[in-house]
């Protein structure tokens, strides 16, 4: 018999089916048993007359069983398969599981955060919580459909670097054979290259920031989207485009995942008809006149900027999304554009949504002599950065782009506490999996097994 | 005036346009001066009577004209728009060129390896070597329409890892704050994970190996395509999970790049109605049968036995893939699930194509007791694998997967000599953008220029 996948079973009333899943919950009520089965597409809940020696939460099973209509006082509106139920014939079980260490039925898990991350192969599969994922696959496929819809074509960039090229402390370096290489901070250099080659790339990448403390909004790995485009007119088109790709974005998840977006008592974040763009210093004179707080010298928002700026623009326009522009050039990357006008500043932008920076652009320098120059003034060394030197020694039009944390945005539509709910697996300077407090016995055993080890892994060439 | 792409000329032929690209090549005829101007989507000629001071090879440039059919006998069939051409009214230079390295406009660029990663930025524009990258996206996007299409949902793995957790030398490590990670070699274990979380997954992630050797089919970092699906009834579905993928890629790339495939001579590979499937064994008495070289004693196949294997089952069943079965036990990761009947092989394939492996895959143990043993057997600490075991703790189905790597693939399809040709910015012990050997001058800058350096990188969050 084929598989009926959960979601389908109330298309089925009256037929015999065979469902697999998890046993998410028991009720015991003495000569019945009712258990509600889990599969990735739902939850329905079975009435077992049969006697039965060993089930228990979790356990993967097989169930026959017939689909039959609940009577109306057993209707339960708050599941989707709510005036449904399955008859149960035969169970099967395929795995067990032992005891769980909290309750997996609740409509919210309430762990504290190391309890979640140390049971993440468990709570993942919380219902909740494979929600944010859901709604993240959804930016995810909106975001690549969208850069496919305005002519991108996809690449990858690598993620081992040579040097340290967009310089700081932040850099994991590799033990890479006899030398030294380091995890890459962005795909920023690569994806400049390619818009010699495909005028407008895009990419899903990983990026590593070796931050130096444990805050609610960063990991040391996340998920970056960046996309950078040539021949622009104006570096306003570079705001534009993340506008669009912005908007894509919000229509399909409210579209689409309205229901998770309820779980999470959130909202898509509300827009005016055009997301505004202010100047940094602009925005800090109101946040002086709104707050009497005097930033206005500093090169950058602070977090209480960020939200007082975010709190301004919403109650005054509407939008709770605004671009601020023109950094000052001494706190922006070297290849940043100068604004001709005032080169002290730059055409760089951030997003901000919600209090928090969403995403970051703005429009390079392609010059490859203005380049060089700038590449030597900000300390570093034109040889290290050979290979990108020869996309703009070799013809590199007007371009610009932008960069997205996946998981950032995530986190700002569905309104979570902390980034880590919404990585699978998070990494920061304290947890990779466990916590690396664990490590050092760890390190002596993993020496002691590397003699030993005979086996490879399984390798895919 | 809005930008016409070159693919568009020929629909608009007497209109007047704006054209955007990149000078590919410059005849000068005196009085006329013929250029190919080239965009991301094709390449046109354009005829310049006016005179002109300074035009040069990569040029990128603006220009504004009028398109004309081409008299008769001028005709390039050989291009796509060889039967018009531009007349150029005005040309706008936006980034010049210094004198290009070596000639651009062949049709072959016919360069040594060295050049041409030592040029990727320049050689990657190449028409030829961006149809490279053209067919790989398709292969991608295929991957990832049949997952979906099957049910599966896209997941991300983390790269960094705690512990050398697969085993073997081949393994980088990483300076990760006062502790030592790793960069995964393969997302395996997580998309084992996520099998309790989403039953089918699929992930397109980095993989990376510390290979000590250079050879023309291994990279340290490279694209791996990875499914893993559980409730399977036998471990066949796997096999039949990945041959479906195979034929779906194999239609797509035939069906919209067969022009790209012209251009490299080559075709896409030959099926039977099935791909055959034959045991380890079987096929070492075949190749003892065939050529008298005797490997029946051995664990695997080596790389004269993929040849030979691959050529004796086209001739005899007419397909250039098979899947080989039933590697011991011994030779595979400690997860590989035994053969019940003969537990010292196991429910584990290799699929080889054209003399090569492309995808590996099999069913794994998903009894938590028997994983545990196993994991002690094989040298390795539990406590190593705590997240991971915890994912079989609480009921895991039987469950199996594969993983194909991407460049592979479409160094296989496109005949290509060398792997490194079907990676944007390939890397292995000997490179990294530039050759490391030149490394140890740039590591003593790089510390100088950490002292100095003030300017963070352009962060998305």
């Given at each position: 018999m084929e598989r009926t996948y959960i979601k389908d079973v109330v298309t089925k009333i009256g037929e015999k089916v065979l469902l697999k899943g998890w046993i998410n919950t028991i009720r015991d009520h003495g000569k019945i048993t009712f258990l509600d089965l889990r599969d990735n597409t739902g939850i329905v809940q079975c009435v077992l007359l049969i006697p039965d020696g060993d089930l228990g939460l979790e356990y993967a099973i097989e169930i026959q069983g017939s689909i039959k209509k609940r009577p109306e006082r057993m209707?339960?509106?708050?599941?989707?398969?709510?005036f449904v139920e399955i008859e149960v014939k035969k169970i099967t079980t395929l795995a067990k599981s032992y005891e769980?260490?909290?309750?997996?039925?609740?409509?919210?898990?309430?762990?504290k955060l190391p309890t979640l991350l140390d049971y993440r192969s468990l709570t993942l599969r919380h219902p909740k919580i494979k929600a944010v994922f859901k709604v993240q696959n959804q930016i995810l496929d909106s975001y690549r459909e969208y850069m496919k819809s305005q002519g991108f074509s996809e690449f990858f960039a690598p993620?081992?670097?040579?040097?340290?090229?967009?310089?700081?402390?932040e850099i994991f370096p590799i033990e890479y054979f006899k030398y030294k290489t380091f995890l890459a901070q962005s795909p920023q250099l690569y994806k400049q290259i390619m818009v010699g080659v495909f005028e407008k790339a895009f990419t899903v990448s990983r990026a590593y920031r070796a931050e130096p403390s444990v805050t609610t909004r960063h990991m040391t790995e996340y998920i970056s989207l960046d996309a950078e485009f040539g021949f622009?007119?104006?570096?306003?088109e570079i705001m534009s485009m993340t506008e669009g790709l912005i908007r894509k974005i919000f229509a399909d998840v409210e579209k689409n995942f309205s229901g998770e977006l309820k779980m999470f008592n959130s909202s898509i974040p509300k827009l005016s008809k055009k997301i505004p763009r202010i100047k940094l210093k602009e925005a800090q004179e109101i946040i002086f006149k709104e707050t009497g707080r005097d930033n206005r010298k500093e090169p950058d928002l602070d977090p209480q900027d960020e939200k007082d700026i975010c709190k301004h623009i919403f109650k005054k326009q509407g939008s709770e999304l605004v671009f601020i522009t023109h950094y000052p050039t001494k706190k922006r990357p070297f290849y940043t554009y100068p604004d001709p006008q005032n080169p002290e500043y730059t055409y760089s932008f951030d997003l901000l949504g919600r209090g928090l920076e969403w995403v970051t652009g703005g429009q390079r320098i392609n010059n490859y002599e203005q380049l060089l120059l700038n590449i030597k003034k900000w300390g570093n060394n034109p040889d290290d950065f050979d290979i990108y030197l020869k996309a703009f020694k070799y013809g590199m039009p007007p371009e610009g782009g932008f960069a997205l944390g996946l998981e950032r945005m995530t986190m700002q539509i569905l309104g979570l506490a902390n980034i880590r709910e919404a990585s699978y697996f998070p990494r920061d300077m304290e947890r990779v999996d466990f916590r690396l407090s664990k490590f050092d016995t760890v390190r002596k055993n993993d020496q002691k097994k590397n003699k030993k080890q005979k086996n490879p892994p399984e390798k895919s060439n």
């Open positions: 209707i339960n509106k708050e599941m989707e398969t709510g769980l260490p909290f309750d997996m039925s609740k409509e919210n898990l309430d762990l993620t081992i670097v040579p040097v340290a090229t967009e310089g700081g402390a622009i007119n104006s570096w306003q």
